[in-house]
Nanobody
Framework: QVQLVESGGGVAQTGDSLRLSCAGS????????MGWFRQAPGKEREFVAT????????YYADSVKGRFTISRDNTRNTEWLQMNNLKPEDTAIYYC?????????????WGQGTQVTVSS
């Protein structure tokens, strides 16, 4: 069992930066690949980024590539999503998750989400 808690969301303006954190607890946090997803009102949950258990590989959605950076520290059971050059279309609830792949179905554990709102 892995419990995940996100933090760091808020209101930002276009071009600003935010850093989301995801604190994990429970066994085997370090054994899972981790990901970030987001869900805007009226839209399906979509993949944002993922990182392997040992941080050797990362993968991003095209919409955030070059602006967002995913990272993790297994000694602290924490992962982060650094979001730079934010755009209004980044507005969504952001979720961290433990699992694998680029679809929500590949992830077993989820946080409760943190709201990110970007104004123009």
């Amino acid at each position: 069992q892995v419990q995940l808690v996100e933090s760091g969301g808020g209101v930002a303006q276009t071009g600003d930066s935010l850093r989301l954190s995801c604190a994990g607890s429970g066994r085997n946090f370090h054994g899972y690949a981790m990901g970030w997803f987001r869900q805007a009102p009226g839209k399906e949950r979509e993949f944002v980024a993922t990182i392997t258990w040992n941080s050797t590989n990362t993968y991003y959605a095209d919409s955030v590539k070059g602006r967002f950076t995913i990272s993790r520290d297994n000694t602290r059971n924490t992962e982060w999503l650094q979001m730079n050059n934010l755009k209004p279309e980044d507005t969504a609830i952001y979720y961290c998750a433990a699992g694998i792949g680029v679809t929500p179905g590949g992830y077993k554990y989820w946080g409760q989400g943190t709201q990110v709102t970007v104004s123009s």
